[in-house]
């Protein structure tokens, strides 16, 4: 599994400048204005960072923007990091520059210069996001891909109150922790992270004080979860629920995360395409969100009761396998006819959705799955999809959301999209065609919904997994979710 880099700090020490290994970021007002450490800096590179903070270059870098002075005279470090920084810079641009660090550092150490710059829990925590790097499946030297780094790194901070700073970057650290775990998730190959794999790796929360259930085939019968187990009934991997409680708030009722977790999703008997079909290793995205947001509340011992539950599934072609126009009746007791196979997530979530309100009686309830291609073709990579019931509780989390700057988009429910979802033998079909797919979807998970259960519903199809960089994160997994569901509970349920 991929640790953060680790963080100390330290007080300002002028004369251990020259010295220091590695790289140094040395963070700038954007006046181009000198504090007492790159003076110091300057004087040993001769005057060549107060050219730079005076020149055209400094001038257009726009906040949270960096540039490296490779092999600066003067210094051992292997390079000197400029940061253009306000020291009272916001969050958003606390956190830009911490992933410009994080960014360059590629697995070296490096000694941040921060002074009495606020924020730096932000700086930390960007800086650990983007220093993320999958390599577990890499050995080293033989890929010749010389960005990825054998291990984290180290990030030390020199500031003006080590202890405040400390204190203040705890938080940062359990919010990388889980990031990291879910990003690590979604990576993993299908042929590592079966279904019995993720359930272990979940299991280990029990080492942070979560309490751990996990729901075995037998217990999913009995439970009556059929269109669950009609999902994975053609995989050799058995199907599974996972529970997760935190219980951190007392005796108050939890919120529910549930999280759709298709190991890989080949798309049952209504086959996908080949073209692309290996990227439905993340087809767990929701489950591994869920699963970072647990950890994190876990590590930061979170004043909150938080229950999460994961549907572990793999979605495979097979003689045993669903097949199209197969009616399956729920755990709710509702019948579904299975239209299309490769609407399984659904079938998954119903299920699970309806176990929580049932045997945990939360007080809110957040699905989570990579749902639909339906939603990133209406928002694209930029934005989840959110459906909800309830208007307070849904703007509680795009507030969140905003303040994360983790892109959501609410979008609309409303009984006339019903009748898309109308079958002649059953309650309901899994699908309800091309129009709308990514509302109908969401229109299928209400009916599971419970009579004033506060829920939402995000489709992240489009935002856990990208094939260019994102605003924190190399290519792949992004962790899209993690930082805002942990401020919805502490803004929303904590204190």
């Known amino acids: 599994m991929t640790t953060p880099p680790s963080l100390s700090f330290s007080k300002i020490d002028l004369d251990a400048l020259q010295g220091a290994k590695g790289r140094i970021a040395l963070l700038i007002e954007p006046s181009g204005k000198l504090n007492q450490a790159a003076r110091r800096l300057n004087r040993l590179m001769r005057g060549a960072l107060e050219r730079f903070a005076e020149s055209d270059a400094f001038a257009k870098m726009k906040p949270g923007d960096a540039k490296d002075l490779a092999f600066p005279g003067g210094l051992a470090a292997d390079a000197l990091q400029v940061v253009k920084l306000a020291r009272r810079a916001g969050i958003a641009e606390a956190r830009k520059a911490g992933v410009a660090v994080g960014r360059a550092a590629r697995g070296k150490d490096v000694l941040v210069l921060a002074g009495g710059y606020r924020n730096v829990s932000d700086i930390a925590l960007g800086a650990m996001l983007r220093a993320y790097s999958f390599t577990d499946h890499k050995v080293a030297g033989t890929g010749g891909d010389e960005d990825v780094a054998d291990e984290a790194g180290t990030l030390s901070f020199m500031v003006s109150r080590p202890d405040e700073a400390r204190e203040a970057c705890r938080g940062a650290e359990a919010l990388a922790s889980g990031v990291f775990f879910t990003r690590d998730l979604v990576n993993e190959p299908a042929n590592v992270l079966t279904t019995e794999e993720f359930a272990q790796r979940l299991a280990g929360l029990a080492d942070l004080g979560a309490k751990v259930t996990v729901l075995e085939e037998p217990e999913l019968e009995k439970l009556g979860m059929r269109t669950l187990l009609a999902v994975g009934q053609g995989s050799r991997s058995p199907s599974k629920v996972v529970v997760i409680e935190w219980r951190g708030g007392g005796d108050e009722a939890p919120i529910a995360l549930v999280g759709k977790g298709v190991v890989f999703d080949t798309g049952g008997i209504s086959l996908k395409p080949a073209g692309g079909m290996e990227e439905m290793v993340t087809d767990m995205g929701g489950a591994g969100t869920v699963a970072g947001v647990m950890k994190a509340l876990a590590l930061r011992k979170a004043k909150a009761n938080v229950v999460g539950l994961f549907g572990l599934v793999e ?173 919805l509970i502490a803004d929303r349920y904590e204190g």
């Open 315 to 487: 979605n495979m072609p097979d003689g045993n396998a669903t097949r199209p126009g197969d009616v399956v009746r729920s755990m709710k007791g509702d019948s579904v006819e299975i239209i299309n196979t490769d609407a399984e997530g659904r079938l998954v979530l119903c299920d699970v959705m309806w176990h929580a309100q049932k045997a945990y009686g939360p007080r809110a309830m957040i699905d989570l799955a990579t749902l639909t291609g339906a939603v990133i073709i209406g928002l694209g990579h930029e934005n989840a999809g959110v459906f909800s019931n309830d208007d307070a509780f849904c703007e509680a989390f795009l507030k969140a959301a905003r303040a994360e700057d983790e892109g959501a988009w609410r979008l609309p429910l409303g009984p006339g999209y019903d009748k898309q979802l109308k079958s002649t033998v059953a309650d309901m079909k899994n699908v309800g065609g091309r129009p709308a797919g990514a509302i109908t979807a969401a229109q299928f998970l209400q009916r599971f919904v419970t009579e004033d259960m506060p829920w939402i519903h995000l489709d992240i199809a489009g935002v856990a997994n990208l094939k260019s960089e994102g605003p924190a994160s190399p290519k792949g997994a992004t962790g899209w979710g993690v930082l805002a569901l942990n401020r």
